[in-house]
């Protein structure tokens, strides 16, 4: 738990009111600072920082070709079709100002719903396929902020994941890959050996999740090379530490090939991938001869140990002096 200094606690408020303020003064007035000026809620700007959360992962992750799981949730998007005008003379309903205002509340900076279709539009298209979106549809128009009497009926409303999405969480979000040693060349081709490891530590669970909902899945290479089931005993049932040891050839060192967690009707790469197995062998800092840039230990091939191998202390048995041999403190 982190201790907030005083003036940490000071500008808690004052960073709070100027995040929420709306720009209309509806629910919260904006918040003047002295030498930024008026401010307020940053939705108003980009309600849906889908493009925002791609620039900044890029920065994050530079190496990375691709996310393994991008997921946007909304608050709720409306049903109501387009906005229809019964006497299109009336400049209430169809003057300029009400159609700025209309165009304004259903622009991409105002509309999350818009946003996120706006954003995927500068997308590759190779991208959009680990892109989800999750928002709660509701019937006529969305309730507004202070409409408490809308609770009761929203808590009636049914939300559901999609399947797809739970399977993808679990394929791209928990597994990765790393390399036990360097590729060996053959006669034609590379043959890589490495090992599919689990993120966390509660492995069981993972894998009970993933035999409800992927019957008899494998781990399989992109062209379709079987690398073996998924079963509970390839770890330590005790720390639940997971490790399967796995091998696939490639035609060269350079070649992008993906992992797959896959059965009959659902397949999807694991965390990192497309890579190809020298990007692997970067990543992993094998040629880091004399230390590592993360300071951690220089050891290649790396050792695949279990948390309770880990937690385990060297015994040191001591010899006791006799007690005729022990002087005592006067």
């Given at each position: 738990?982190?201790?907030?200094?005083q003036?940490e606690l000071?500008?808690?408020?004052?960073?709070?009111?100027c995040s929420v303020?709306?720009?209309?003064?509806?629910?919260f007035?904006?918040k003047?600072?002295?030498g930024f000026g008026?401010?307020q809620d940053?939705?108003?700007?980009?309600n849906n920082?889908?493009?925002?959360a791609?620039k900044?992962?890029?920065?994050i992750?530079p190496?990375?070709?691709?996310?393994d799981l991008l997921?946007?949730?909304?608050?709720?998007?409306?049903?109501?079709g387009?906005?229809?005008?019964?006497?299109a003379s009336n400049?209430?309903c169809?003057?300029s100002?009400?159609?700025?205002?209309?165009?304004?509340?259903?622009s991409?900076?105002m509309?999350?719903?818009q946003?996120?279709?706006?954003?995927?539009?500068y997308?590759?298209?190779d991208?959009k396929?680990?892109?989800f979106?999750?928002?709660q549809?509701?019937?006529?128009?969305?309730?507004r902020?202070?409409?408490?009497?809308k609770?009761?009926?929203m808590?009636?409303?049914?939300y559901?994941?999609p399947?797809?999405?739970?399977?993808?969480?679990l394929?791209?979000?928990?597994?990765f890959?790393?390399?036990?040693?360097?590729?060996?060349?053959?006669?034609?081709?590379?043959?890589?050996?490495?090992?599919i490891l689990?993120?966390?530590?509660?492995?069981?669970i993972?894998?009970?999740?993933?035999?409800?909902?992927?019957?008899?899945a494998?781990?399989?290479?992109?062209r379709?090379?079987?690398?073996?089931g998924?079963?509970?005993?390839d770890?330590c049932?005790?720390c639940?530490y997971?490790?399967?040891?796995?091998?696939f050839?490639?035609?060269?060192v350079?070649?992008?090939t993906?992992?797959?967690i896959?059965?009959?009707?659902?397949s999807?790469?694991?965390?990192?991938?497309?890579?190809?197995?020298?990007e692997l062998?970067?990543?992993?800092q094998?040629?880091?001869?004399?230390?590592?840039?993360?300071h951690?230990v220089a050891q290649?091939?790396?050792s695949?140990v279990c948390?309770?191998s880990?937690?385990?202390?060297?015994?040191?048995q001591f010899l006791?002096?006799?007690?005729d041999?022990k002087?005592?403190?006067?």
């Amino acid at each position: 738990m982190k201790i907030c200094t005083q003036n940490e606690l000071t500008y808690t408020p004052t960073s709070a009111e100027c995040s929420v303020a709306a720009p209309f003064n509806s629910f919260f007035r904006t918040k003047f600072l002295p030498g930024f000026g008026l401010l307020q809620d940053g939705g108003v700007r980009a309600n849906n920082p889908l493009a925002i959360a791609l620039k900044e992962s890029n920065k994050i992750w530079p190496s990375a070709k691709k996310n393994d799981l991008l997921l946007s949730i909304g608050t709720g998007v409306s049903t109501s079709g387009c906005y229809s005008v019964p006497d299109a003379s009336n400049v209430f309903c169809d003057g300029s100002i009400p159609r700025l205002i209309r165009a304004t509340l259903s622009s991409p900076c105002m509309d999350g719903e818009q946003g996120f279709v706006e954003a995927l539009n500068y997308l590759p298209s190779d991208t959009k396929s680990d892109i989800f979106r999750l928002n709660q549809v509701i019937d006529g128009p969305l309730p507004r902020l202070d409409d408490v009497e809308k609770i009761s009926s929203m808590l009636d409303l049914s939300y559901s994941v999609p399947d797809h999405l739970i399977r993808t969480i679990l394929a791209s979000a928990f597994f990765f890959f790393e390399l036990d040693d360097e590729p060996v060349k053959r006669h034609d081709d590379f043959l890589c050996q490495g090992s599919i490891l689990c993120s966390r530590g509660d492995t069981n669970i993972i894998l009970k999740q993933i035999f409800l909902e992927m019957p008899n899945a494998h781990f399989q290479t992109a062209r379709g090379q079987n690398l073996g089931g998924i079963h509970g005993n390839d770890g330590c049932s005790l720390c639940g530490y997971y490790r399967k040891t796995v091998r696939f050839s490639v035609t060269n060192v350079d070649e992008m090939t993906s992992i797959e967690i896959a059965n009959t009707r659902f397949s999807h790469k694991i965390g990192g991938f497309p890579k190809s197995a020298q990007e692997l062998l970067t990543e992993q800092q094998s040629y880091a001869h004399f230390g590592r840039a993360d300071h951690k230990v220089a050891q290649w091939p790396p050792s695949r140990v279990c948390y309770c191998s880990r937690a385990t202390k060297r015994r040191i048995q001591f010899l006791e002096p006799s007690l005729d041999q022990k002087r005592r403190k006067v």
